[in-house]
């Protein structure tokens, strides 16, 4: 525990910290606090980059499963200015509720399910591994209450008529991050994940994976909206229309998303 003398020094270098933060930005500049869902947050990191320069606005994002901020955006505890969601149910619920501004959510992003290994070879180009349920004992997969991703990936492993083999293997993610994570440390040998998190622009690809047809799980629409605190924020609305420009549009197709 802290001396009781350190609180003062330690508020005042936290308001010290956050009046230089303040003062680094341009005098028109807003601080938007975005809510991004967790497949997404590569993207739109090097996104920020190019609205920062092109407005002065700089982004402060958190990432995480979409359900989870809608949990928290209803409960009013939330300070979010926009949502970029994983789907385009929760924008619209958000509208709908009062939470979002009317009008304001469009589709800026269709994703793309993978089936994904650390192990080269493990996966073909055709998903044959999910009917040889002897090559692998777990299957990491985002929690389908609250993440899209999830969802599709249960269809996948339905549509394939393999449900009652894999239910058992399957280990579920607070997050599409965290199901990536699972493969990666090898807790999972297997992992549904989107596209984005392992085609990463001007990186080699590891591991071996298997892009799932769109046929086989719901089309992923993702939908980004402007939530009720940021209605008056120039840099949130300023955001949205980056989204749709050419060059936000040219990151978010070299990390595999369709449009």
């Known amino acids: 525990m802290q001396p009781a003398h350190m609180a003062p020094r330690r508020i005042w270098l936290t308001a010290l910290a956050t009046v230089t933060s303040l003062a680094a930005l341009p005098a028109h500049a807003d601080e938007v606090l975005v809510a991004v869902a967790a497949n997404f947050a590569a993207p739109l990191q090097k ?5 920062a320069a092109a407005t002065g606005h700089v982004i402060k994002p ?3 499963a979409t359900g989870k901020f809608y949990t928290q955006i209803v409960a009013g505890g939330a300070p979010f200015q926009v949502l970029i969601a994983a789907d385009d149910e929760t924008p619209k619920k958000l509208v709908a509720e009062g939470h979002a501004v009317a009008g304001s959510n469009f589709t800026y992003a269709i994703g793309q399910l993978v089936l994904w290994s650390a192990t080269p070879d493990l996966v073909d180009e055709q998903g044959a591994v999910l009917a040889a349920a002897a090559r692998f004992s777990k299957l990491a997969i985002a929690n389908p209450r609250i993440a899209p991703y999830g969802v599709a990936g249960l269809e996948v492993v339905k549509a394939r008529g393999h449900t009652e083999a894999i239910t058992p293997k399957l280990v579920t993610a607070e997050s599409i991050s965290q199901a990536y ?3 990666v440390t090898g807790n999972a040998e297997l992992a549904f994940v989107a ?4 085609q990463v622009p001007g990186k080699p690809a590891t591991g071996s994976m ?3 047809p769109q046929s086989l799980y719901g089309e992923i629409r993702q939908d980004a909206v402007l939530l009720k605190p940021g209605e008056r924020s120039a840099g949130a609305k300023a955001l949205l229309a980056y989204l749709k420009t050419a060059p936000a549009q040219a990151v978010i197709q070299a990390y595999g998303y369709r449009h």
């Open 47 to 51: 996104i920020a980059e190019g609205f």
């Open 62 to 64: 958190s990432a995480g």
């Open 181 to 183: 994570q699972f493969a």
């Open 195 to 198: 596209l984005s998190q392992v």
């Open 210 to 212: 298997w892009k799932v």
